[in-house]
């Protein structure tokens, strides 16, 4: 535990901010499936008013690569600590600003139009945050403990998953619909100012990390990061890219999707099912912490192997346990599939890291970990819910059968890599 004990600074900046990431991503998301729609877009149809509303979530997974590009240029030139407290500005002054927007009845245009600006404001603050949270943890671990320091970022996940999903059950509970609507949507993104200040609190206290300034005492900094990622280290950044699907895809179908689903075409009552999630996802958080000392026992690259193969297993699984009725079997398959996600995203700190050079590993991992998030999570929603139309629920877990296989071939692209560092 010593280590814990020296360091706890450094893991806590380094969890803040993915849990103000999962945090904002979950309220945006359950925002826009609730009420984004009637209130940001033209009374045309409510089928059209949801998918703009859902174009929007979507409009941040698209910037993140762009904020990972950006991001990264000035994390592998300038350092870790200035770019993380600028990524955590961003992300959290965007989601602050979204409660105070006016409605479409309010401003017309414009309305929806500043929603979109803020959303991408948000994707691209965060296409720079995880990367740079798991070169703080793990370019300050211990010989030994770089998975086990790996894992907190991942840690702060369900932190936020837990702070954002407590805070809608409240309001469900306390609130009427048309209060909800009217006014109470707004402080979820109110609340998000708390955990960005704490954020930046603990990363302005923090110095620079001993790989990166041990580099720039050796060599000048890359002048383009993005070029060199690319001429030089094309397959680890392909093989990073398809290894961090499953994960999205895991998180995605057992949070975003089933909710909406399950509150809707399979009629469980919204409350019940929030407190079910709430239970699923300490199993997650179980997961995450198993595969980072997993890790350092064994390798990362060997407990992610594992998890793609449980992935793959989940898949046929997650389906018909959604679709079962009984609340302990739909409990049951959300708690294996958040633990299995655990699996396939705790040890990624220590992984992507290691699959490039200080000079460029800003880029990489957020690259890697970004463009992924575009294959795994943005069109995890929207594939899983046409196949639930064509072959009805047993079949949306077909799609996570799917994701743990490209996840596994891109674990076998960089096996020999591995092996050997």
Not at 77 to 97: D, N, P, Q, Y
Not at 210 to 220: C, G, I, V
Not at 280 to 295: R, T
Request: proline content about 5%; glycine content about 14%; charged content about 10%.
């Amino acid at each position: 535990m010593a280590p814990y004990r020296k360091h706890r600074r450094i893991l806590t900046a380094s969890l803040v901010g993915t849990a103000v990431e999962f945090y904002d991503f979950y309220i945006y998301g359950t925002a826009a499936a609730l009420v984004f729609g009637p209130l940001f877009f033209p009374d045309e149809s409510a089928s059209a008013q949801l998918m703009y509303s859902f174009m929007t979530f979507g409009l941040a997974f698209f910037a993140r690569p762009v904020g990972a590009i950006v991001f990264g240029h000035y994390g592998d030139r300038i350092g870790r600590k200035s770019t993380l407290v600028a990524s955590l500005m961003l992300m959290g002054g965007s989601t602050l600003l979204i409660a105070f927007l006016p409605t479409y009845a309010m401003a017309g245009w414009i309305a929806p139009l500043l929603l979109c600006i803020l959303r991408f404001g948000q994707g691209f603050g965060l296409g720079g945050e995880w990367g740079g949270a798991a070169l703080l943890a793990v370019e300050n671990a211990p010989p030994g403990w770089k998975s086990r320091f790996g894992m907190f970022p991942q840690l702060g996940a369900p932190v936020g998953f837990i702070a954002a999903n407590g805070l809608f059950l409240i309001l469900g509970v306390t609130l009427s619909d048309a209060d909800f609507t009217s006014w109470g949507w707004r402080i979820p993104f109110l609340f998000s100012a708390l955990l960005v200040g704490l954020g930046l609190w603990v990363r302005l206290k923090i110095g620079e990390t001993p790989a990166f300034t041990e580099a720039l005492e050796q060599k000048a900094p890359v002048g383009v990061p993005i070029g060199e990622l690319l001429r030089g280290h094309l397959i680890p950044t392909l093989a990073g890219t398809f290894a961090v699907v499953a994960c999205f895809a895991i998180f995605y179908l057992a949070t975003s999707f089933a909710l909406a689903h399950g509150t809707s075409a399979l009629g469980y009552p919204k409350e019940q099912f929030l407190l079910v999630q709430l239970g699923a996802i300490l199993f997650m958080a179980g997961g995450i912490v198993f595969a980072g000392y997993a890790s350092d026992a064994s390798s990362a690259q060997r407990v992610l192997t594992w998890g793609c193969g449980a992935t793959i297993l989940i898949g046929f699984l997650f389906g018909p346990s959604l679709a079962s009725g009984s609340w302990p079997i739909v409990f049951l398959g959300l708690a294996a599939a958040l633990f299995v996600m655990g699996l396939v995203y705790g040890p990624l700190g220590s992984w992507l890291t290691a699959l490039f050079p200080v000079q460029v590993r800003y880029t990489g991992a957020s690259v890697t970990f970004n463009a992924g998030g575009i294959l795994g999570g943005a069109m995890a929603p929207i594939i899983a819910q046409a196949l639930a139309e064509r072959g009805g629920t047993p079949m949306v877990g077909l799609y996570l059968a799917l994701a743990g296989v490209v996840s596994w071939l891109g674990l076998l692209m960089v096996r020999r890599q591995m092996a050997e560092s």
